[in-house]
């Protein structure tokens, strides 16, 4: 009994760690789409490309790795106003069809671009804690704490606790907020409308680019690698609740322990299948999640 | 009449459609023979099954808006269905496609009912799930599909001649395109495609004429889904192995590429876009690694800067070259009204109540429409005037209440439903078609009436010149001033000669001599027995047309009677303009 | 204190204003009445820079805005309050209040809590209801935090458009009641859309009538509330086009 307790603490854990990398993504994905009603399909491209500059930075350029870190979430930063200018703004005012697709040429542009720069073969990259041999970890209670897998459960919370600090308690959090409400009567306010969808896409970008560069060292760093993240964040976001900030963290956590337990004890094969399965009986049964959309508008 | 009708046909044979399958027949035959190499001939059937492919999401997508992101699926299901029929059951090849174009069928209504709940990027959604919950089962149930190994030794279709060379096989292939194009295109200009087209544009315009949205969307799903495993099946017969790596996401999207990029609204598109992504990799050899690249970039390109694709602009220079055909005369005038006797009831509302969560926009109104009158619904901004109109034509569902038109109670049907019962509407802010031609638009709401296919036109051709608009009949919408925007609304309300015709503020945006005409063409309608309710802001335009005013302030009824009496009426005018004592008072 | 000249504004097919011109001093309240539809919505929205004119300008204090942003003219001292309240529903009150100062930079705390407190003086039912998101709020209390917000900009000039639109009567007396005071005692030049012509008029000093994108009467509000043209403006419009 004390060994399946702590297998299932495995699962847990370990499902914890890869729910809290799509809860990040996911909240990449929530906050671009509060504040410009985009649904941006390429989400999972960047963390992709957070993964790919590091390792550009520390495997080819040989920088230490902190500071391939840092450099690397300038770029992704650099690479958020990019995205805004290509992207978004020229399509600001059409439906939300055209938008979707052009995301979906983004997503096709960055994953081929990156094979291209890149190559196909999976690259390692390492992880923050190295130790020889690899990713270390602790024994505890039977269950193996990964320090990589702690580390992204750290970060994810500490980010999603920052992210809170600052849309509670500080001006330009509100400002960003009531951007995401209502952008036309922000701007009658004075609030610098397009400054706040620029930081808006700013910060996605970066949730994006943290993540990729958490998961590298645990999965292989492919051109692939942010095509299934994206698609299981926008699950989670869809099954957390479209549009909500809780939603998506919490979706996303919930989806990465249904896969660990679901590869577990169902099928691994199948295991990608399980978050898409959710997925679908959310849409059939439930497509507003389990937060709802926003405060219902009068039809 | 009879060298009319020849002349008539013979202009409908020398359309550019029809000349352009001409062309395409030679084109055909040509091109196998041409380009004999056998890797050219290979790219011949793998662009000919991707074109097709292709073509379905012009159905589901070009005509009716909705998105897909599972059309690698269903090129997958006839794939493989002929890939097994083939081999392992050893069935007949047209039987084995059979079976796969039914299993087509099947999924695609199974997706396409979920758009009862589900639009936008939900629907997107589910279409991915589809797609990727597919290619996990087509990879790992290893017993039926052979997994990620696949399938070889696909035989060949059996045909009148053996189709045992890559050349044969290639002229099949592109025959069958060929023919798939040919339907797809005349697809586009049945009563089914300007109804797909309809929805695109503004589904609940479409619903709220009689068309069933929610049935063309699932046919519209199952039509694509079925021409992409045809798709599949072509694929599959050509290449002689299949794996499920050629039917994932990644070629889901591509085909979504290949559509947009060539332009999703016309077959013509579709091809363009699927040889354009067959070949490209072919000339840009040297450039193999970034080709993919340049195809995701010229999607963002394509959809910035030309959102109806390379066969859209292609159309818009044609366009300067076409040559208008006119429309032939109306057999008979425009016939509205019904039967049955003047002053009698058609339309009984009692007690109807709207509440939209805190706020209650209609307080238990009263109301009673009968035959032959033109009957106003007056009052200030805010007082539920709209909200009773889209409680009438079905778009929204009342808290309490009931409504009976034509006898029969109405509450809780379908919009469609409603139209089909002989209520017809225009909307506040014009819900045109706007892509489609002032004659489509009229043809749309023609349909509501059913029938033949020559009283529809009949009553279209009435409608239009009805309006004085018949030398603009093949215009745009969006390219026609205002004034002619809310005539064209006007005319497709009445082309299927309702009983009872609802205006959500025709006069809105029109200058005086646009109200005088619409005020001449109201006064019309209403002699040849068209009940009308019209909501307005303008009083004179009120006065001169209708005979009975209902006014609503906050929600209830305050007034009725003739519209003198009602403007005289000082609750009324303190509706309007304020109570003065009050008002001194402050 | 700002002007407008001869604008003519279109919203693509359709000609909203056809050369519109009026001018509203420092100090006033005037009105601008007329039917649904008639353009006066349009007039705030070119004033307050979300819609740009094809003709014509608009002046402030003599130099022209009307190319301007809707945030620059903001900047400006102009706070539109515009149709429909549009609080913001997920924040509070008090935030919806603190964002009213965004027109200007680095204001101090003192100063911020002493105009809320000004606020909390003139809708004591904001006070009780300070930490309540925006979207709980009736329909009069949203219209109360909506002024409360417009002035919070310590602006020139308030733009106002409608604001008692689906209110009840009880309420419509106290907004307007409280549209006179800010006024009265803070000097605030207002330019007031209104369907519900005695009650602008009441409080106005001047006033403009429009129909149909033209201003067809204008006048000192005394003059046109004794004279029956508006009346028909509203209940028999279309003959003065």
């Given at each position: 009994m004390f060994e399946s307790l702590s297998m299932n603490g495995q699962l847990v854990f370990a499902g914890l760690a890869i729910g809290g990398v799509y809860a990040l993504v996911a909240l990449g994905f929530v906050m671009i789409f509060r504040a410009t009603n985009v649904v941006n399909f390429s989400q999972g491209e960047f963390s992709m490309l957070g993964a790919y500059f590091l390792f550009a930075l520390w495997h080819g350029l040989k920088l230490n790795y902190f500071v391939a870190i840092m450099l690397a979430l300038v770029m992704m930063a650099a690479f958020g106003i990019l995205f805004e200018l290509a992207i978004y703004y020229p399509l600001r005012n059409r439906s939300f069809l055209p938008v979707i697709i052009a995301t979906i040429g983004a997503s096709i542009m960055m994953q081929n671009g990156a094979l291209a720069i890149f190559g196909p073969s999976p690259e390692k990259v390492r992880p923050v804690i190295d130790t020889v041999g690899g990713t270390g970890g602790i024994m505890l209670a039977g269950v193996f704490f990964d320090y990589q897998y702690m580390i992204t459960m750290l970060v994810t919370v500490l980010l999603v606790g920052?992210?809170?600090?600052?849309?509670?308690?500080?001006?330009?959090?509100?400002?960003?907020?009531?951007?995401?409400?209502?952008?036309?009567?922000?701007?009658?306010?004075?609030?610098?409308?397009?400054?706040?969808?620029?930081?808006?896409?700013?910060?996605?970008?970066?949730?994006?680019?943290?993540?990729?560069?958490?998961?590298?060292?645990?999965?292989?760093?492919?051109?692939?690698?942010?095509?299934?993240?994206g698609l299981k964040a926008f699950a989670a976001t869809i099954c957390g609740g479209f549009g909500d900030v809780r939603g998506a963290i919490l979706g996303g956590l919930a989806l990465g322990v249904i896969e660990s337990f679901g590869a577990a004890y169902i099928s691994a094969i199948y295991k990608d299948g399980f978050s898409f399965l959710v997925l679908f009986l959310f849409l059939l049964l439930r497509p507003q999640g389990i937060f709802g959309e926003k405060v219902a508008e009068k039809a | 009449m009879s060298s009319e009708h020849t002349k008539q046909t013979t202009a409908r044979l020398l359309k550019p459609g029809y000349l352009a399958l001409a062309l395409g027949a030679v084109v055909v035959v040509l091109l196998p023979l041409i380009f004999t190499s056998r890797y050219t001939t290979n790219l011949f059937v793998l662009g000919s099954s991707w074109g097709i492919a292709t073509l379905g999401l012009v159905v589901v997508l070009g005509y009716t808006g909705q998105i897909s992101l599972a059309q690698a699926a269903f090129y997958g299901?006839?794939?493989?269905?002929?890939?097994?029929?083939?081999?392992?059951?050893?069935?007949?090849?047209?039987?084995?496609?059979?079976?796969?174009?039914?299993?087509?069928?099947?999924?695609?209504?199974?997706?396409?009912?979920?758009?009862?709940?589900?639009?936008?990027?939900?629907?997107?959604?589910?279409?991915?799930?589809?797609?990727?919950?597919?290619?996990?089962?087509?990879?790992?149930?290893?017993?039926?599909?052979?997994?990620?190994?696949?399938?070889?030794?696909?035989?060949?279709?059996?045909?009148?001649?053996?189709?045992?060379?890559?050349?044969?096989?290639?002229?099949?292939?592109?025959?069958?395109?060929?023919?798939?194009?040919?339907?797809?295109?005349?697809?586009?200009?049945?009563?089914?495609?300007?109804?797909?087209?309809?929805?695109?544009?503004?589904?609940?315009?479409?619903?709220?004429?009689?068309?069933d949205t929610r049935r063309v969307k699932v046919i519209a799903f199952t039509i694509s889904a079925v021409i992409g495993a045809l798709g599949g099946a072509i694929y599959a017969s050509g290449y002689l192995y299949i794996s499920p790596d050629s039917f994932n996401f990644d070629h889901a999207v591509a085909f979504l590429a290949m559509v947009l990029v060539g332009g999703s609204d016309s077959a013509l598109g579709a091809i363009l876009g699927a040889g354009l992504l067959t070949f490209l990799p072919e000339w840009l050899r040297d450039l193999k690694r970034i080709y993919l690249v340049i195809y995701g970039c010229a999607i963002i390109l394509v959809i910035v800067f030309m959102p109806e694709g390379l066969w859209g602009y292609v159309k818009l220079i044609g366009r300067r070259f076409a040559r208008v055909v006119a429309l032939p005369p109306a057999p008979r005038p425009i016939r509205v009204g019904g039967h049955g006797a003047k002053g009698e009831e058609i339309l009984r509302v009692e007690k109807l109540l709207k509440r939209f969560g805190g706020l209650l926009a209609v307080d238990e109104v009263d109301l009673v429409v009968r035959r032959g009158e033109v009957h106003a619904l007056i009052g200030?901004?805010?007082?539920?005037?709209?909200?009773?109109?889209?409680?009438?034509?079905?778009?929204?569902?009342?808290?309490?209440?009931?409504?009976?038109?034509?006898?029969?109670?109405?509450?809780?049907?379908?919009?469609?439903?409603?139209?089909?019962?002989?209520?017809?509407?225009?909307?506040?802010?014009?819900?045109?078609?706007?892509?489609?031609?002032?004659?489509?638009?009229?043809?749309?709401?023609?349909?509501?009436?059913?029938?033949?296919?020559?009283?529809?036109?009949?009553?279209?051709?009435?409608?239009?010149?009805?309006?004085?608009?018949?030398?603009?009949?093949?215009?745009?919408?969006?390219?026609?001033?205002?004034?002619?925007?809310?005539?064209?609304?006007?005319?497709?309300?009445?082309?299927?000669?309702?009983?009872?015709?609802?205006?959500?503020?025709?006069?809105?945006?029109?200058?005086?001599?646009?109200?005088?005409?619409?005020?001449?063409?109201?006064?019309?309608?209403?002699?040849?027995?068209?009940?009308?309710?019209?909501?307005?802001?303008?009083?004179?335009?009120?006065s001169s047309v209708a005979s009975v005013a209902t006014v609503l302030n906050f929600g209830e009824k305050i007034a009725e009677g003739t519209v003198d009496e009602v403007l005289r009426n000082p609750a009324v005018v303190e509706a309007y303009l304020g109570n003065r004592e009050v008002a001194l008072g402050v | 204190m700002f002007e407008v000249r001869d604008v003519h504004v279109a919203y693509g097919a359709v000609t909203a204003l056809r050369g519109i011109s009026l001018e509203v001093r420092e100090g006033e309240i005037v009105c601008l009445l007329g039917a649904n539809g008639a353009g006066k919505s349009t007039t705030l929205r070119t004033v307050s820079g979300l819609l740009h004119p094809l003709k014509g300008e608009v002046l402030l204090d003599g130099k022209p805005i009307h190319h301007l942003s809707a945030v620059a003219i903001a900047k400006r001292g102009i706070s539109h309050v515009p149709e429909g309240r549009h609080v913001f529903p997920g924040l509070t009150v008090r935030e919806n209040l603190v964002l009213g100062t965004s027109n200007r930079s680095n204001v101090r705390r003192e100063e911020m809590e002493a105009d809320m407190a000004r606020m909390f003086k003139l809708f004591p039912d904001l006070e009780r209801l300070k930490s309540a998101l925006g979207w709980t709020l009736s329909g009069g209390q949203q219209q109360m935090l909506a002024i409360a917000r417009g002035l919070m900009a310590r602006p020139k000039v308030l733009l106002m458009d409608e604001p008692s639109l689906g209110l009840a009567p009880i309420l419509v007396q106290e907004v307007f009641r409280v549209i006179k005071e800010i006024n009265a005692t803070g000097g605030t030049t207002i330019l007031l859309v209104e369907q519900n012509a005695s009650m602008a008029l009441a409080i106005s000093q001047r006033g403009y009538v429009m129909e149909t994108g033209r201003i067809v009467l204008q006048g000192s509000a005394q003059e046109l509330l004794q004279n029956p043209q508006v009346r028909d403006a509203y209940l028999g419009g279309g003959k003065g086009a």
């Open positions: 920052l992210q809170y600090l600052f849309f509670e308690y500080t001006l330009l959090g509100k400002k960003m907020q009531a951007t995401s409400q209502d952008k036309t009567m922000a701007s009658l306010l004075g609030i610098p409308v397009g400054l706040m969808i620029a930081l808006t896409f700013i910060y996605s970008s970066l949730l994006g680019g943290l993540s990729g560069m958490l998961v590298a060292p645990i999965f292989f760093v492919t051109h692939k690698m942010g095509a299934t993240l | 299901i006839g794939a493989y269905a002929v890939a097994l029929g083939t081999t392992r059951w050893d069935v007949n090849w047209w039987l084995a496609l059979l079976l796969g174009l039914i299993a087509a069928t099947l999924a695609g209504a199974v997706l396409g009912s979920t758009t009862r709940k589900l639009g936008g990027h939900y629907l997107a959604m589910v279409t991915i799930c589809f797609q990727i919950i597919y290619t996990l089962v087509t990879t790992n149930w290893i017993a039926v599909t052979g997994g990620p190994d696949g399938i070889s030794n696909i035989k060949r279709p059996p045909f009148f001649v053996p189709l045992n060379s890559a050349q044969r096989y290639a002229w099949f292939a592109l025959a069958v395109l060929l023919l798939v194009a040919g339907l797809v295109w005349w697809l586009r200009d049945t009563v089914l495609g300007r109804a797909m087209r309809a929805i695109r544009e503004n589904e609940l315009a479409a619903e709220a004429l009689g068309v200030p901004n805010g007082s539920g005037k709209t909200t009773i109109i889209n409680l009438l034509s079905g778009l929204y569902v009342p808290t309490a209440g009931r409504i009976h038109f034509l006898d029969r109670g109405i509450v809780g049907h379908r919009p469609s439903r409603i139209a089909h019962q002989g209520m017809a509407r225009s909307f506040q802010n014009l819900r045109l078609f706007r892509e489609l031609s002032v004659w489509e638009n009229i043809l749309v709401g023609a349909h509501r009436a059913g029938g033949h296919e020559s009283e529809t036109q009949a009553r279209a051709l009435a409608a239009i010149e009805f309006v004085g608009l018949s030398d603009k009949a093949h215009e745009l919408c969006r390219n026609l001033p205002y004034g002619h925007q809310k005539l064209v609304e006007l005319a497709r309300a009445i082309a299927g000669e309702p009983e009872l015709l609802l205006l959500d503020e025709p006069g809105a945006g029109l200058n005086q001599t646009e109200k005088q005409e619409l005020v001449r063409l109201l006064k019309r309608l209403n002699e040849m027995g068209l009940t009308i309710l019209i909501v307005e802001h303008d009083m004179s335009l009120v | -």
